[in-house]
T-cell receptor
Framework: GAVVSQHPSWVICKSGTSVKIECRSL??????MFWYRQFPKQSLMLMAT?????????EQGVEKDKFLINHASLTLSTLTVTSAHPEDSSFYICIAGTGGAYGYTFGSGTRLTVV | QQQVKQSPQSLIVQKGGISIINCAYE??????FPWYQQFPGKGPALLIAIRPDVSEKKEGRFTISFNKSAKQFSLHIMDSQPGDSATYFC???????????FGTGTQLKVEL
């Protein structure tokens, strides 16, 4: 079946540094990639939606200059957390939409800890 | 409009019992209602999903009941097992992979 490889699975970084999270669709083309964030014991909140070759659409309250999303190809989407701070510590997960009806493939998530 | 409300926040069930988690939505454009199971440190995994043209869907011990007029849907876990202990999220989507709106989650614990 469809697989989205997300890495790293966990990362610890120092405050002020940037972290890149990659999601690769291994055996299908991800026309759309949704990026979600999940704080401990909370729900998944959509941060942005990206379509291959176009700029991402950010949800209200999400800083586009802080959370850089690139979807340069149908098999790769990246989220870069720039100048990370402890409050950015969270579980980040990508979800690929295949363009068909109700097709979603989840990445395995990235646990980011900013110290 | 885009909210999906989920209850209860946490649930403790005895082994062999029935776990019931409820969700309600507002946006009548939603037409896909999946349930996800998440274990600590892992991403959510699709458990079962339903579309509004049916009122019930069963897969093994898991059943979704859907009430279109009330804009509610629920997950029933029959013969609950300790291995079912996890966080469960309902979600909703409006039309063909548009985006998923998640409920707030229910932490289920199944005790021996």
């Amino acid at each position: 079946g469809a697989v989205v490889s997300q890495h790293p699975s966990w990362v610890i970084c120092k405050s002020g540094t940037s972290v890149k999270i990659e999601c690769r669709s291994l055996d299908f083309q991800a026309t759309t990639m949704f990026w979600y964030r999940q704080f401990p014991k909370q729900s998944l909140m959509l941060m942005a939606t990206s379509n291959e070759g176009s700029k991402a659409t950010y949800e209200q309250g999400v800083e586009k200059d802080k959370f850089l999303i690139n979807h340069a190809s149908l098999t790769l989407s990246t989220l870069t957390v720039t100048s990370a701070h402890p409050e950015d510590s969270s579980f980040y997960i990508c979800i690929a939409g295949t363009g068909g009806a109700y097709g979603y493939t989840f990445g395995s998530g990235t646990r980011l800890t900013v110290v | 409009q885009q909210q999906v409300k989920q209850s209860p926040q946490s649930l403790i069930v005895q082994k062999g019992g029935i776990s019931i988690i409820n969700c309600a939505y507002e946006n009548t454009a939603f037409d896909y209602f999946p349930w996800y199971q998440q274990f600590p440190g892992k991403g959510p995994a699709l458990l079962i999903a339903i579309r509004p043209d049916v009122s019930e869907k069963k897969e093994g011990r898991f059943t979704i009941s859907f009430n279109k007029s009330a804009k509610q849907f629920s997950l029933h876990i029959m013969d609950s097992q300790p291995g079912d202990s996890a966080t469960y999220f309902c979600a909703a989507d409006r039309g063909g992979g548009n985006k998923l709106t998640f409920g707030t989650g229910t932490q289920l614990k199944v005790e021996l």
